[in-house]
């Protein structure tokens, strides 16, 4: 059984790597539960304040990564409906079947939407950057987290390898 939830927890680790570039999963909430898992292990003695101070950490950052690409359009000079534009291309880019769609879809959504919304071409593109920067800016925050947990993971197994194996 500690094998078993060992392996999961691993799995869901990488799997929360994954979600870190595919907004389809949530990277870091995902890789916290493999945390659980691992600590659900009955050989795994529980420990409290490393699950909450994981979970807090993993709550703000899936909180700014929603918020980030968002604050990227506004503080290039986006609006409101640039920065709706912004999530609606996010969502479009996901499922659209062209390379790079969740790259090329909040970019062009947040253009679309500084357009609709009277601005000139070039405020509206300088707004489409600042969602781009954003998206990156909070994928790369998601992954270095999700990263940080699989490498206490990791840390937690050598720890417990004699009780585990």
């Given at each position: 059984?500690?094998?078993?939830?060992?392996l999961l927890a691993g799995v869901l680790l990488i799997v929360g790597i994954l979600g870190s570039f595919l907004p389809v999963l949530p990277g870091v909430p995902v890789s916290w539960l493999g945390l659980i898992v691992f600590f659900l292990a009955p050989?795994?003695?529980m420990n409290y304040w490393f699950l909450g101070i994981t979970l807090i950490i993993a709550i703000?950052?899936?909180i700014l990564n929603l918020a980030v690409p968002a604050m990227g359009t506004k503080k290039y000079g986006g609006s409101r409906s640039g920065m709706i534009g912004a999530t609606i291309g996010l969502v479009v880019g996901l499922i659209a079947p062209i390379p790079f769609g969740i790259l090329i879809g909040p970019f062009i959504g947040a253009f679309v939407g500084e357009i609709v919304n009277k601005s000139n071409s070039k405020s509206a593109l300088r707004a489409a950057y600042g969602s781009f920067l954003g998206l990156v800016a909070s994928s790369v925050m998601e992954f270095l987290v999700s990263l940080?947990?699989?490498i206490l993971y990791i840390y937690k197994v050598w720890e417990f390898k004699e009780v585990i194996f």
């Open positions: 059984m500690d094998i078993f939830l060992v050989s795994i003695e703000v950052i899936f940080a947990f699989l």
